[in-house]
């Protein structure tokens, strides 16, 4: 029971970490693509 618990409180927190790269990294991308529209393809 008490790992079950610590197995899911792992895994929300590993998903926040995953989500919150994911959004920094899509937002840098967007940012970049704002500013400099011709580096789209590199």
């Known amino acids: 029971m008490r790992l079950n618990t610590n197995a899911e409180k792992f895994n929300s927190k590993f998903i926040s970490y995953r989500a ?4 920094l990294m899509t937002g840098f991308f967007i ?3 704002i500013l400099f529209p011709e580096s789209i393809f590199i």
């Open 20 to 23: 919150r790269h994911y959004f």
């Open 31 to 33: 940012f970049r693509n």
